[in-house]
T-cell receptor, first 117, second 111 residues
Framework: DAMVIQNPRYQVTQFGKPVTLSCSQT?????MYWYQQKSSQAPKLLFH???????NEADTPDNFQSRRPNTSFCFLDIRSPGLGDAAMYLC????????????????FGPGTRLTVL | DQQVKQNSPSLSVQEGRISILNCDYT??????FLWYKKYPAEGPTFLIS?????DKNEDGRFTVFLNKSAKHLSLHIVPSQPGDSAVYFC??????????FGTGTRLKVLA
C-alpha cells in the first residue's frame, strides 16, 4: 500500500542535543510538509517542499531545518531542541499540479512524538 | 490568531444517533475545506471535503454543510458508530495546496 512512513515513532533527546526525524513516502507526491502539533492544539505548518523548492513559514524558528534529498524522503532537523519543542511532528504529502487546481487532500504519516529531557 | 476554530474540544453521542461537529473560520478567502479523522497513534486521514461553490457534500454516513455567510461548516455523521470515536479536524485552504487546521474535536460514540 502506498503510504507515508515516519521514523522513529518515538524520539527522546536531551536539551540542546541535535535530533533528526525522517519521513518517506511511496505516493510519489511532489509536495511534502512538516507540521508540529502540541497537545490540544492544531497542527502547525513549519515548512514544506514543493518539488525541490523549500518554503519556510514566517514564524518557524531558525532552530528547525529541513532537507529533501529526493522525492521520497524528507528530514526534519532540530539543531538545539528546547523543552518547548516537545511535540508530535507530522509529515504529510500531497500532489499539486500547476494549472489543475490545488484542491488535493494531504496524506499524513503516523507522526513522531518527540520528548526533550 | 486562530483562523479555523473548533470550539468544542469534545463531544459524546449515543450509538445510532447523529453526531454534529462544528467548525468556524474567519478568513473569507478560504474556498476549500476538508475534514480529517485521527485515531490514537495514527496520522490524520482524509474524510470528506467541500468547495465553497457548494453548500453540501455527502459521502455515505458523512455529510458536510457549508454556510459561507456565517463562515461556518459542520460535519454530520448519521448514524454514529463506536468506530467513529476519534478526533476530527477541519482544515481550510485559500486557493492553495496549504491548509490551516483547527484544534480538533474528540468524538466519543457510546455503545
Amino acid at each position: 500500500d502506498a503510504m507515508v512512513i515516519q521514523n522513529p515513532r518515538y524520539q527522546v533527546t536531551q536539551f540542546g542535543k541535535p535530533v533528526t526525524l525522517s519521513c518517506s513516502q511511496t505516493l510519489n507526491h511532489n509536495v511534502m510538509y512538516w507540521y508540529q502539533q502540541k497537545s490540544s492544539q492544531a497542527p502547525k505548518l513549519l515548512f514544506h517542499y514543493y518539488d525541490k523548492d523549500f518554503n519556510n513559514e514566517a514564524d518557524t524558528p531558525d532552530n528547525f531545518q529541513s532537507r529533501r534529498p529526493n522525492t521520497s524522503f524528507c528530514f526534519l532537523d532540530i539543531r538545539s531542541p528546547g523543552l518547548g519543542d516537545a511535540a508530535m511532528y507530522l509529515c504529510a504529502t500531497s500532489r499539486d499540479i500547476v494549472g489543475q487546481g490545488s484542491y488535493n487532500e494531504q496524506f499524513f504519516g503516523p507522526g513522531t512524538r518527540l520528548t526533550v529531557l | 490568531d486562530q483562523q479555523v476554530k473548533q470550539n468544542s474540544p469534545s463531544l459524546s453521542v449515543q450509538e445510532g444517533r447523529i453526531s454534529i461537529l462544528n467548525c468556524d473560520y474567519t478568513n473569507s478567502m478560504f474556498d476549500y475545506f476538508l475534514w480529517y479523522k485521527k485515531y490514537p497513534a495514527e496520522g490524520p486521514t482524509f474524510l470528506i471535503s467541500i468547495s465553497s461553490i457548494k453548500d453540501k457534500n455527502e459521502d455515505g454516513r458523512f455529510t458536510v454543510f457549508l454556510n459561507k455567510s456565517a463562515k461556518h461548516l459542520s460535519l454530520h455523521i448519521v448514524p454514529s458508530q463506536p468506530g467513529d470515536s476519534a478526533v476530527y479536524f477541519c482544515a481550510a485552504s485559500a486557493g492553495t495546496y496549504k491548509y490551516i487546521f483547527g484544534t480538533g474535536t474528540r468524538l466519543k460514540v457510546l455503545a
